[in-house]
């Protein structure tokens, strides 16, 4: 997906928009920083694998990634999320396709996160 086939309201929010299978890196946070970004999952698509990381060291339960369908997530709704003390990642089995959201999060006690990657794998 281009960056430019993100229309309507949700690409005016201001959120960075991720291209599927493509590496974000530099995603940063304090401890109360929630970072979001979105993509889109194309029809036909059977797994969505969201994973979270850092060259320098496993994020295991430090971070929380979470992802949703359609609208931005919120701290009880989301559609997948990390298992905290588990590596990093959450995966939908089916997506449905369309405009999907995530976020990036310090676990309660995490003084923040730095320079980590973050890859949206649609297959």
């Known amino acids: 997906m ?3 086939e993100v229309v ?13 299978v493509d590496m974000w890196r ?3 946070g304090s401890s109360a920083t929630v970072q979001t970004y979105k993509f ?9 694998d969201v994973r979270l990381g850092t060259d320098a ?7 929380t990634v979470a992802a949703r369908r359609s609208n931005p997530l919120t701290a009880t709704e989301h559609e ?3 298992t905290p003390g ?6 939908i089995w089916r997506p449905e396709p369309g405009l999907w959201y995530v976020s990036v999060s310090p676990t309660e006690g ?5 320079d980590m990657w973050l890859v949206p794998e649609v297959r």
């Not at 309507?8 to 599927?20: M, N, Q, R, W, Y």
């Not at 889109?40 to 969505?48: A, D, F, H, R």
């Not at 060291?57 to 971070?63: A, D």
């Open 26 to 28: 530099g995603v940063s």
């Open 110 to 114: 995490n003084g923040g996160y730095h």
């Open 2 to 4: 281009l960056m430019d």
């Open 86 to 91: 588990t590596q990093t990642r959450c995966g």
């Open 80 to 82: 997948c999320v990390s």
């Open 40 to 48: 889109m999952v194309p029809e036909g698509s059977e797994q969505l």
């Open 57 to 63: 060291w496993l994020p295991y339960g430090g971070v």
């Open 8 to 20: 309507g309201p949700a690409a005016a929010v201001g959120i960075p928009v991720l291209l599927t």
